[in-house]
T-cell receptor, first 113, second 112 residues
C-alpha cells in the first residue's frame, strides 16, 4: 500500500516553462511534507517543505501548493532551467505517529534547453 | 567535510555471503537511518535508530540487521545476501524533533 503517490513518473519540459509535479497521500495525520531532489549519481537533499498551517510555500522558483481537503499537493517550478533536471521525491510524516518520513516513488524531470 | 560518510561506496557480494555497510556521521544527530533505493520505488526505510545500542525496524526490515554502537556509527548487516538485495543503500541522519534528513553519498551493492 503506497501511502504517498507521485505523478507523473517522468516529465519533460522546455527551458523557461513551468513544471508541475503532483503528490497525493492517504494518511490524514500527515502534517509535514518535504520535497527532496536527487541529481544523477548523487544523494537526495531537501529542496522545500510545507506544514498544513499554510496552503502555499514559496522559495524562489519553487512553490508548493497544498490542498488538505483533497490530500494533494503539487510542486511548481517556474522558469525551469536545465540545471533543474533531477528526480523529485515527495515525502510525508506525522508528528502524532512515528514521524518517520515516507517517500513517494519520485518524478524524473528533464528540462530541455 | 561530509557530515554523513558511508563505506564502502560500492561492493560486489556473492549470494549467501555476509555484507556489512557502514555509516559515520559528524552532525551530532540522534537519529540515523538506512534507506534502500530501487528504480521506481523511491526510498524505502529499512532500519533506524534514535539512540546508541538501540535499533528499530522500518518498512522493509526482512533480511537486514542493524547495529548502532555509538551515536556516530550505524551499520547495516546482510547476513545472507540475496540477489533481490541488489540496490543503492543510503544512510541518513536527522536531529531530534527536526525532520530534515541529511544523506550520505550512498553504497551501490551488487549481489551476484
Amino acid at each position: 500500500q503506497q501511502q504517498v503517490r507521485q505523478s507523473p513518473q517522468s516529465l519533460t519540459v522546455w527551458e523557461g516553462e513551468t513544471a508541475i509535479l503532483n503528490c497525493s497521500y492517504e494518511d490524514s495525520t500527515f502534517d509535514y511534507f518535504p520535497w527532496y531532489w536527487q541529481f544523477p549519481r548523487e544523494s537526495p537533499a531537501l529542496l522545500i517543505a510545507i506544514r498544513p498551517v499554510s496552503n502555499k510555500k514559496e522559495d524562489g522558483r519553487f512553490t508548493i501548493f497544498f490542498n488538505k481537503r483533497e490530500k494533494k499537493l503539487s510542486l511548481h517550478i517556474t522558469d525551469s532551467q536545465p540545471g533543474d533536471s533531477a528526480t523529485y521525491f515527495c515525502a510525508a510524516s506525522s508528528s502524532s505517529g512515528s514521524w518517520q518520513l515516507i517517500f513517494g516513488s519520485g518524478t524524473q524531470l528533464t528540462v530541455m534547453p | 567535510e561530509a557530515a554523513v560518510t558511508q563505506s564502502p561506496r560500492s561492493k560486489v557480494a556473492v549470494t549467501g555471503g555476509k555484507v556489512t555497510l557502514s555509516c559515520h556521521q559528524t552532525n551530532n544527530h540522534d537519529y540515523m537511518y538506512w534507506y534502500r533505493q530501487d528504480t521506481g520505488h523511491g526510498l524505502r526505510l529499512i532500519h533506524y535508530s534514535y539512540v546508541a545500542d538501540s535499533t528499530e525496524k522500518g518498512d522493509i526490515p526482512d533480511g537486514y540487521k542493524a547495529s548502532r554502537p555509538s551515536q556516530e556509527n550505524f551499520s547495516l548487516i546482510l547476513e545472507l545476501a540475496s540477489l533481490s538485495q541488489t540496490a543503492v543503500y543510503f544512510c541518513a541522519s536527522s536531529d531530534w524533533g527536526e525532520n530534515t534528513l541529511y544523506f550520505g553519498a550512498g553504497t551501490r551493492l551488487s549481489v551476484l
